[in-house]
């Protein structure tokens, strides 16, 4: 392959982030690189602005298919930021299945990760591909810390996971249009599911809003992606988590108020998306490409907790860090493309569509911790 790492629609908001901060890492890793999307004048000022090495350009469009084989095909690792990946990532990975392009992204749409599993899983796995969803705050920090705690625990007895989100962050304009676009499918009954069978010794979670000792903050449960991730790592690595594990997420509030004033809103969206012209109203307030500044950005932080349960023994992680959505998820992102290009070299690398637990496992861990993520 000409390039070791292509970077798919960098020059997005996050993807922008993302290339910066490949560019600095690129003596200290040693790969060669590109940036790829729909404009190129666009993608030509990134690189010009970019500090460090300065990578080449792609002209790439999802509705050219041969445009996307032109840009896989000369990847050894296909990093993707184009979202809403619902719209735009289905011919991307089927790209990378016919040019065998390893490939990452940083969805957090379930049905588009169901939809990934289920229809390129076995494709993966016979062409020697490693395919991997969520590399990004969705769902690395979740599915880690749940991995680590389980480790932590009896292997012989039924396990009870808890993971609990705390952040002060906001969100950029693609993520906000994702989540809209997400919710009408939803509302509209076209998603894509992948039913996990559940342990019959496995421990029932009552998912539900209450008051939590164990993060002193109320609870509200989280119909995102991270469950689908951290539940399909467990089905598939039950030497590791166990074989009777259940396994919730929560997003912390630190006052009833505050609960209601985020489940409010959440709930009045999904009861209204399905109308044009509400989703209309709502998709005008936010311009693609932008997102918060690089001062808010500084400010924000998010902290994991997973607790977990085993009988009497009892274990907890936390994962802590920055900006989630874009400073930290940039930087998780690159890491865990090269933590790829390690297995690659060192012929460790497991194949099909996997979770990033299953793909980069504990290598990632150190990667993490020595760029400043707290995994403790």
């Not at 490949?22 to 999307?37: D, K, M, N, R, Y």
């Amino acid at each position: 392959m000409r390039f070791d790492i292509v970077l798919f629609g960098a020059s997005g908001f996050t993807g922008r982030i993302t290339a910066h901060y490949l560019a600095v890492h690129t003596a200290t890793e040693g790969f060669s690189w590109a940036i790829a999307g729909r404009d190129k004048d666009k993608l030509q000022q990134l690189a010009d602005s970019l500090l460090g090495s300065k990578p080449e350009v792609l002209v790439a469009d999802v509705n050219d298919a041969a445009s996307l084989t032109e840009m896989t095909s000369q990847a050894t690792v296909l990093m993707n930021a184009a979202g809403p990946f619902n719209l735009y990532g289905r011919s991307v990975i089927e790209s990378c299945i016919q040019t065998g392009t390893h490939y990452t992204d940083i969805t957090g749409e379930p049905s588009f990760v169901a939809d990934t599993y289920l229809a390129f899983h076995d494709k993966a796995v016979n062409k020697k591909l490693c395919i991997v969803n969520c590399c990004g705050f969705d769902s690395i920090p979740a599915d880690y810390a749940a991995w680590l705690t389980a480790k932590k625990l009896p292997a012989d007895r039924p396990k009870m996971l808890k993971a609990y989100i705390r952040t002060n962050a906001t969100f950029s304009a693609g993520t906000f249009i994702t989540a809209v676009q997400a919710l009408h499918m939803e509302a509209k009954g076209k998603t894509s599911k992948v039913r996990i069978k559940r342990h019959p010794d496995a421990p029932r979670q009552k998912l539900r809003i209450h008051y939590s000792k164990d993060i002193n903050g109320w609870a509200i449960p989280m119909p995102v992606v991270d469950p689908h991730i951290v539940r399909r790592s467990i089905s598939r690595l039950p030497a590791e988590y166990g074989e009777a594990v259940s396994y919730a997420q929560y997003f912390v509030r630190s006052s009833l108020w505050k609960v209601i004033t985020t489940v409010g809103p959440i709930a009045a969206a999904m009861a209204l998306v399905r109308f044009k012209t509400f989703r209309n109203r709502l998709l005008s307030r936010f311009k693609p490409g932008t997102g918060p500044s690089e001062e808010r950005r500084a400010k924000s932080r998010f902290e994991v907790i997973c607790t977990g349960k085993a009988g009497d023994k009892e274990a907890r992680t936390i994962i802590s860090g920055g900006d989630p959505g874009y400073n930290e998820t940039s930087k998780i992102f690159s890491q865990a493309a090269f933590t790829l290009l390690d297995r690659l070299k060192n012929q460790t690398l497991p194949f099909g569509v996997l979770t990033p637990v299953e793909a980069f496992g504990s290598i990632l861990v150190d990667r993490l911790r020595r760029e400043g993520i707290n995994i403790d």
